[in-house]
């Protein structure tokens, strides 16, 4: 049965202070083992373009497919799983001219995950949540498409806003518990998702709790739009999230300095979801479950961590080495912290006190 989303955040955190949790892994990476065609992504809609790629579409077409891949995953011992919903937002599927499907995708995803985790809470007595994911879309606010035009946007943050917003509102009437904005690579784009969520909640009278999770795109631990790990966390902690954290980027190996740094600052739940290494020549991931463990063995030796998983080239079987790497384990402590003023621009400044 579906809690509140404030009772299903006050659970997440009761059992945040026990363990260390754990998220799903890709479902990309998954989709692909089963070599689908088009056939399978089109299904019985007349689209006029070709669907194939079109991953958000199988909670349509496919259920089955994304039904046993989310109970792969708590078979592995996910506390979390997520919507197959990485672009299921009016901007993304713009490119299959499947818009007139935005909501429809996301209440049957958020309906997928949802019965999968009640019905494993159901056999075991262990809660299970539902996190529904948010894209961070093809476009960003921060930066012109057009080398020849720097003020030129693709889209307004009020458009960009409402996208969300809408995306929002479907997942969460299909019944998710969270709504997870990950991927992020613009802190604006991420900031106009804080804002798409806050208004609904306004709407709703409820509270809606929000995972945040930024990706890294160089070694010096920034993101696209320029952000350090330490800045971003100052420009969206009013969000008041319940997770922060970090995912795809690299492999657990490289991201290690960058967990570091965002466990020793934020107070907020650490969810960190890396991928299973880096890509080889062909666009494949060949770190092993095993690598991956131990990688995930030392984050939590270190208290680095209150929630892990997987993002590109991650199995279940990654899932499953992570749960067996943190079980036991003691989960990361949060930090405690004055209250000066901490602003942001592509550093952080914190005011004297």
């Known amino acids: 049965m579906t809690l509140r989303h404030s009772e299903a955040a006050a659970v997440f955190r009761d059992q945040a202070k026990q363990r260390i949790l754990l998220t799903d892994g890709a479902f990309g990476t998954m989709i692909q083992s089963y070599r689908l065609e088009e056939a399978d992504y089109r299904g019985g809609y007349d689209l006029p373009c070709d669907q194939k790629g079109n991953n958000d579409l199988l909670v349509l077409t496919r259920p089955d497919v994304i039904d046993a ?33 935005v909501r ?64 929002t509102a479907a997942l969460l009437d299909g019944g998710c518990d969270f709504i997870l904005i990950e991927t992020i690579f613009d802190t604006l784009n991420a900031k106009a998702a804080i804002m798409a969520v806050l208004d609904e909640q306004a709407k709703r009278g409820v509270e809606v709790p929000m995972m945040i999770s930024m990706t890294i795109t160089d070694m010096s631990g920034r993101n696209l739009s320029g952000h350090s790990v330490e800045a971003f966390w100052h420009a969206v902690r009013h969000a008041h999230p319940l997770t922060i954290g970090l995912n795809c980027a690299f492999g657990a190996d490289l991201l290690r300095p960058h967990v570091q740094v965002l466990s020793g600052l934020a107070d907020a739940l650490v969810m960190i979801y890396p991928n299973a290494g880096l890509p080889n020549d062909l666009g494949q991931y060949d770190e092993q479950p095993a690598t991956t463990g131990g990688f995930i063995r030392e984050w939590a030796e270190q208290g680095l961590v209150n929630v892990v998983g997987g993002c590109c080239g991650s199995t279940p079987a990654h899932i499953a080495a992570m749960a067996g790497a943190v079980a036991g384990k003691p989960a990361r402590k949060l930090p405690a912290h004055d209250h000066r003023t901490r602003l942001a621009g592509l550093d952080p400044m914190t005011m004297a006190a």
Not at 84 to 96: G, P
Not at 113 to 134: E, L, M, N, S, T
């Open 104 to 167: 429809e995708i996301n209440l049957a995803a958020a309906r997928i995950a949802r019965k999968a985790a009640d019905d494993y809470a159901a056999k075991d007595g262990r809660p299970r949540f539902v996190a529904g994911a948010i894209g961070p879309t093809n476009k960003t606010l921060s930066l012109s498409p057009d080398v020849n035009d720097p003020g030129y946007r693709a889209v307004d943050f009020d458009t960009m806003r409402d996208v969300y917003q809408d995306q």
């Open 69 to 101: 891949i989310t109970r792969q995953y708590l078979d592995a011992g996910s506390d979390i799983v997520s919507t197959n919903t990485f672009n299921a937002n009016i901007i993304s599927q713009e490119d299959y001219d499947a818009v007139h499907l």
